[in-house]
C-alpha cells in the first residue's frame, strides 16, 4: 500500500465548475497537508498549507483535512482555464522536511 | 529573482555514462533537495540536505551521489548512468519553517539510451 494515495484522473471539467480533488493516506504520524500546483514543464508551486485538521480557505481554493479518515481534499470554486494543471497533495511528520507526495491530478478546465 | 535554478535543463546521456545536475539557490536556504518525477508516480525523494556538509539519502537513492559544499549550491551526481533515470530531476529549497513550502526549480529532463 502506498503511503500517499491520489487518484491521476485525468480530470476535466467545463468552466465555472466546482472541482473536487482528493488524497488518501496511511501514516496516522503526518502532521502537515500540502497542496502544491504544477503547470506544464513547469516545477511545483505550493497553493495550500494546512496543519493539523481543519478547513482553510484562500479565495476560490478550499483545503479540509479529516485525520479521523486519513482524508484531504482540496475544492476549486468557479473554475477558470488558467486553473488547467496538476494537483499534487504532499504531507510530511515535520513541516517541509521529506515531505511524501501523492502521484498527482492532472486537471483540465474547458472554456 | 532567481530562486532555485537547475543546469542542465535536458541532457541525453548514453547508459555507462556520468554526469552532475547543478542547483543553486539565492534565497539564503538552509534546506535543500532532490526529486525526481516519473510520469504518472508523484514525486520521490532522493537525496536532501539540512545545511552546508550535511546531507542524508531519500526513499530513492541508489545510482546517485550528492555533496554540499556551500549553501548555495546542491549538485546531484548521477554514477554509470541506466535507462532506469530516465526521469525528471527537481532540486528544491526550503527556509525549514514548519509550512510545507518547497521552492522547486524548473525541472532538468534527463535522458538515457
Known amino acids: 500500500q502506498k503511503e500517499v494515495e491520489q487518484d491521476p484522473g485525468p480530470l476535466s471539467v467545463p468552466e465555472g465548475a466546482i472541482v473536487s480533488l482528493n488524497c488518501t493516506y496511511s501514516?496516522?504520524?503526518?502532521?502537515?497537508f500540502m497542496w502544491y500546483r504544477q503547470y506544464s514543464r513547469k516545477g511545483p508551486e505550493l497553493l495550500m498549507y494546512?496543519?493539523?485538521?481543519g478547513n482553510k480557505e484562500d479565495g476560490r481554493f478550499t483545503a479540509q483535512v479529516d485525520k479521523s479518515s486519513k482524508y484531504i481534499s482540496l475544492f476549486i470554486r468557479d473554475s477558470q482555464p488558467s486553473d488547467s494543471a496538476t494537483y499534487l497533495c504532499a504531507m510530511s511528520v515535520q513541516g517541509a522536511q521529506k515531505l511524501v507526495f501523492g502521484q498527482g491530478t492532472r486537471l483540465t478546465i474547458n472554456p | 529573482n532567481a530562486g532555485v535554478t537547475q543546469t542542465p535543463k535536458f541532457r541525453i546521456l548514453k547508459i555507462g555514462q556520468s554526469m552532475t545536475l547543478q542547483c543553486a539557490q539565492d534565497?539564503?536556504?538552509?534546506?535543500m533537495y532532490w526529486y525526481r518525477q516519473d510520469p504518472g508516480m508523484g514525486l520521490k525523494l532522493i537525496y536532501y540536505s539540512v545545511g552546508a556538509g550535511i546531507t542524508d539519502k531519500g526513499e530513492v537513492p541508489n545510482g546517485y551521489n550528492v555533496s554540499r559544499s556551500t549553501t548555495e549550491d546542491f549538485p546531484l551526481r548521477l554514477e554509470l548512468a541506466a535507462p532506469s533515470q530516465t526521469s525528471v530531476y527537481f532540486c528544491?529549497?526550503?527556509?525549514?519553517?514548519?509550512?510545507?513550502?518547497?521552492?522547486f526549480g524548473e525541472g532538468s529532463r534527463l535522458t538515457v539510451l
Open positions: 494546512t496543519y493539523s485538521s
Open positions: 528544491a529549497s526550503s527556509g525549514g519553517a514548519n509550512t510545507g513550502e518547497l521552492f
Open positions: 534565497m539564503n536556504h538552509n534546506y
Open positions: 501514516n496516522s504520524a503526518f502532521q502537515y
